[in-house]
């Protein structure tokens, strides 16, 4: 009997070191948890309604980059366009390229950025399935990629002649909806500016 009460204050003891885990280890999951949800949460609209970087890349000329540069607000001369972030060695590119395709063949201008990729690999590519672009940006070291938030290839950015994104879509652009969304959104009319409303006359 004297045995068995001497293990209770050990057998609390061990309870209490157990409970104090499982809580510890609650507290912890949670705080991953939320850590996940705020602080790195994929926000693929996060630039949706703002102006596109101005980042200066150098064009595409053959296979070599250059000498030409232009930023990607300027490549759209002053009007809209879809903004195609792609590369060679990216299998979901080859799905959506027919439909780049038709799209050029219906006037919609397509900017290409051809990211982290070897421009002797990137113009392989082109010519091998056809050249879709209006114009094709190098962003070899993926600079651009990081200013436009990108997590990966494809993804497509609409841009309105103002130089404002107005839609995005992320992975292979296959669907009628997305790309029928997308080009409504870039040719829609730009909001004009608040004005202010003259006061009545005393």
Not at 13 to 30: N, Q, T, Y
Not at 150 to 166: H, L, S, W
Request: net charge neutral.
């Amino acid at each position: 009997m004297n045995r068995w009460l001497a293990l209770i204050p050990l057998a609390l003891l061990v309870g209490l070191v157990v409970f104090a885990a499982l809580k510890l280890g609650d507290v912890a999951s949670r705080s991953l948890a939320q850590g996940q949800t705020q602080g790195n949460e994929y926000r693929p609209s996060a630039l949706v309604g703002q102006p596109i970087p101005q980042t200066v890349l150098p064009i595409l000329t053959g296979t070599e980059p250059g000498p030409g540069q232009v930023d990607l607000k300027t490549a759209g001369v002053g009007k809209p366009m879809l903004v195609n972030v792609f590369a060679s060695w990216c299998a979901p590119c080859r799905v959506e390229h027919p439909r780049l395709m038709a799209l050029r063949d219906q006037g919609v201008a397509v900017v290409g950025m051809a990211w982290k990729d070897d421009p002797v690999a990137t113009r392989a590519f082109l010519d091998e399935l056809g050249d879709p672009y209006s114009i094709v940006l190098v962003d070899r070291e993926g600079r651009a990629g990081l200013d436009l938030g990108i997590t990966g290839a494809p993804e497509t950015f609409a841009v309105d002649a103002m130089g404002k994104v107005v839609a995005k879509f992320s992975g292979p652009l296959v669907s009628d909806a997305e790309i029928d969304r997308l080009v409504q959104a870039m040719q829609a009319p730009a909001r004009p500016l608040p004005t202010a409303t003259p006061r009545p006359a005393e």
